[in-house]
C-alpha cells in the first residue's frame, strides 16, 4: 500500500441490523487488501457486529476502518450506554464468564475505549495480520 | 444418502445436508417398529425427508445475481477447507478467489449471502437423546456463565441448545480457533461461524426482550 494512498475508510451507517452486511462488506474488501486470512477476517466482523448491537437499532454509528502497517484497526462508536465502556475496561472476566471484554478479548488483538474529539465514546479494535 | 442429495438446495452444503440427513435417519432406525409388516425403507425415507427439509437454511436470494453467487458457495467452502489443510492457516480471500478463478469481490458476495442464511442447529431437539453429533467429543456440559447481568442473561444462554453453547465455550473459554473446533465436531469452519454468530445474536435479543419485559413491570 503505497505511503500516499489514503488509509483509512469512514462509514456513517443507520445502526439497524439490516445494514450490519454493509459493513461486513467494507471490512472485508480492506481486509482483502492486506492479506488478512479469512478466519481473521471473521473475528473482526464479529467484535464489531457485537459492538454495533450495543449500539442499539435506531440512530446511526460511524466506523472506520484503518490501514496499518501490520494490520487493521476499527473504530465503532458511539457507544450507546457509559456503563459499556466501563465493562470494558473493568476486570478480566472470570473463568466461565461470558462478557463482551471476553469476546473482544477472544476475538481481536487489542482493544480500547477512546474518547473521540466530540466527547463521544468509541471503541477502538486492533488486528493484526500474520505472515504469510 | 440418496434422499438427502436429492433434497439439496442453493447454499446448503452437501456435509451439511448429510450431516443432518444422517441424524434423520439413525432417529427412523431407531423408532421402527419390526413388528410392522413395512419395509424400512417406506417407513424411513418420509421421516427423513421431513427432517431434511424442516431445518434446511434458506439463502435469502432477491435477483439472479445474487443466486449465481449463493450456488458458487458450495466449491467455495471446499476451496476454503482445501487451502487452510494446504497453509496450515486460514486463506485470504483471494487465496479463494485465486483457487476458484473468481475475484475477491465475488467470494466477499458469496460469503455474504451465505450469512443471510441460517445455520442448522447442531442439537436439532430438546431432548437429550444421544443422537447429537456432538456427543462424540466426549465433554462435559460445563456452564458458561454471562456476568454482565447475571440474572437476565442466564435464562437467555440456558436456552441456546446444549452444544451451541459447548461451541462458545470452546471458543471464548479455551480459546480455539473455529477451524480448530470444526476439526473437533466434525463440521466446516464457516458453519462454527455461523452458529457462534447466531448464538450471539440470540442471546443479545433475548436480553433485549427481557430488559423491555422488566422496564414494563417497573413502569
Known sequence: MPAEAPTRITLETPADRAFHP??????????????????????????????????????????????????????????????????????????????????????????????????????????????? | MGVSTSTGSAGTSTGDLEQVGAIGLIKAIDRFDLSRDVALTSYATPKHRRRDQAPLPRPRLHDPGTAVVAGALDPQRGAIERLTNKAGRSPTLSDVADELHTTPEHVLEALESDSASAPISLSPGTQRDGLDPLDTIGNEDHGFDLSEDRASLEPALNRLPRREREILRMRFEGGLTQSQIADQIGVSQMHVSRLIRKSLVRIRADLGQAQGQSRSRSA
Not at chain 1, 459493513?23 to 477476517?41: K, Q, Y
Not at chain 1, 475496561?89 to 466530540?118: K, N, Y
Open chain 1, 22 to 132: 454493509v459493513v461486513r462488506l467494507v471490512l472485508g474488501g480492506v481486509a482483502d487488501r492486506l492479506n488478512l486470512g479469512f478466519e481473521e477476517l471473521d473475528d473482526l466482523q464479529l467484535a464489531v457486529e457485537r459492538l454495533l448491537a450495543e449500539a442499539g437499532a435506531q440512530g446511526t454509528v460511524k466506523i472506520s476502518v484503518e490501514v496499518l502497517d501490520q494490520g487493521i484497526r476499527a473504530r465503532v462508536g458511539p457507544l450507546k450506554e457509559r456503563t459499556i465502556a466501563d465493562a470494558l475496561q473493568g476486570p478480566e472476566a472470570a473463568p466461565g464468564e461470558l462478557t463482551l471484554r471476553r469476546i473482544l478479548e477472544t476475538v481481536v488483538d487489542s482493544f480500547g475505549v477512546e474518547e473521540a474529539t466530540d466527547g463521544e465514546l468509541v471503541v477502538r479494535l486492533d488486528k493484526a495480520v500474520r505472515g504469510t
